[in-house]
């Protein structure tokens, strides 16, 4: 492809936006479409960033599950959610959910403590922290494992 002003304008954006912090492949995508930049430009930024490394999808979506289960400490649910809405497919997703073998239990331990759960609560106390956890993407029966685990109901 002939690097043309516009070509070479809506390629320094792009990097510009990613090197703020990694981005998907369908986040530049819909950065640059919305600086109404013409599609085929639009496509040919973004494969030359893929070809360069800029832009890996699968990396971003390995480092984004690390950070989101270690910082935020989110739902598995939540996270893919996330995922989705930044434009990875599915398939990529459940590789790295598979891979770092995550389940929610740690994360659903954590979060009773934060909302100090106790057996001592009063029943609707209880049921309140739990709604609020199924809120937050993890199943009420995953929630009910970890309580009758930790918390000898």
Do not use: W
């Not at 530049?28 to 893929?50: C, G, N, P």
């Not at 400490?73 to 989705?84: A, E, G, V």
């Not at 599915?90 to 009773?112: A, G, H, N, P, T």
């Amino acid at each position: 492809m002939e690097k043309t002003p516009e070509y070479l304008k809506a390629r320094s954006k792009a990097v510009n936006y990613i090197l703020y912090k990694p981005r998907t492949k369908q986040e530049v995508y819909r950065k640059l479409m919305d600086s109404e930049y013409e599609e085929k430009i639009v496509q040919d930024v973004v494969d030359a960033l893929i070809e360069l490394g800029y832009i890996n999808d699968e990396e971003y979506t390995k480092k984004f599950i690390e950070n989101q289960k270690k910082v935020k400490k989110l739902s598995i649910n939540m996270i893919k959610l996330k995922l989705k809405n930044k434009g990875i497919p599915e398939e990529v997703i459940e590789k790295y959910i598979r891979e770092q073998d995550l389940r929610d239990f740690d994360s659903i331990y954590r979060f009773l403590q934060k909302k100090k759960y106790s057996c001592e609560l009063e029943q609707k106390a209880k049921e309140k922290i739990m709604a609020a956890g199924v809120r937050q993407g993890f199943r009420i029966g995953d929630i009910r494992k970890v309580i009758k685990e930790f918390y000898s109901e």
